[in-house]
């Protein structure tokens, strides 16, 4: 079945710094990825969406310039949380669709903590 | 845009007994409406779905039913196990592109 492979699984930095988090799609194409955190706790709630080659769309409330999303092919994207501060702790999980697959395969998560 | 609301929050059922999670849509143009169970630290995990053309599916000990008319849609959980023990999210989507819009959760206990 499709996979999406999630890195790091879990990771701690300190405030002021940047994390990136890569998903790979390995045996199937992610036409769109979604972006996903997930506070202690809460639901997933959605950040942004990225097709392949495009802009990433952010939600309300979500800085695109403090979360920065690269889809520069159709099996990786990338999400990079830039100048990290304590409130950006968070897991963070990938989505990947194709557009000839109807489902969605979520990637392992990224526990993030700023200290 | 799609809206979700799942009830309730936290459910504790007796091992063996039946566990019902309900949710509720906004959005009339939402087709597939899939169940996840979530373990603490892990990645949803499907369990069943359904689409708008089928009003109930059932796989083993968990059942799913759909009333469009009505916008809402229900997990059915059978003989209950303590692994059964976890938060389950519904959602929902209009299309195949679209993202998940996700339930709030529900808290799962068995109690054994």
């Known amino acids: 079945g499709a996979v999406v492979s999630q890195h790091p699984s879990w990771v701690i930095c300190k405030s002021g710094t940047s994390v990136k988090i890569e998903c790979r799609s390995l045996d199937f194409q992610a036409t769109t990825m979604f972006w996903y955190r997930q506070f202690p706790k809460q639901s997933l709630m959605l950040m942004a969406t990225s097709n392949e080659g495009s802009k990433a769309t952010y939600e309300q409330g979500v800085e695109k310039d403090k979360f920065l999303i690269n889809h520069a092919s159709l099996t990786l994207s990338t999400l990079t949380v830039t100048s990290a501060h304590p409130e950006d702790s968070s897991f963070y999980i990938c989505?990947?669709?194709?557009?000839?697959?109807?489902?969605?395969?979520f990637g392992s998560g990224t526990r993030l903590t700023v200290v | 845009g799609e809206n979700v609301e799942q009830h309730p929050s936290t459910l504790s059922v007796q091992e063996g007994d039946s566990a019902v999670i309900k949710c509720t849509y906004s959005?009339?143009?939402?087709?597939?409406f899939p169940w996840y169970k979530q373990e603490l630290g892990k990645r949803p995990q499907l369990i069943i779905d359904i689409r708008s053309n089928v009003g109930e599916k059932k796989d083993q000990r968990i059942a799913v039913t759909l009333n469009k008319t009505a916008k809402h849609f229900s997990l059915h959980i059978t003989e209950t196990q303590p692994e059964d023990s976890a938060v389950y999210f519904c959602?929902?989507?209009?299309?195949?592109?679209?993202?998940?819009?996700f339930g709030k959760g529900t808290r799962l206990s068995v109690i054994a």
């Open positions: 959005d009339s143009a939402s087709n597939y």
């Open positions: 989505s990947a669709s194709n557009r000839r697959l109807y489902g969605y395969t």
């Open positions: 959602a929902a989507i209009a299309s195949g592109n679209t993202p998940l819009v």
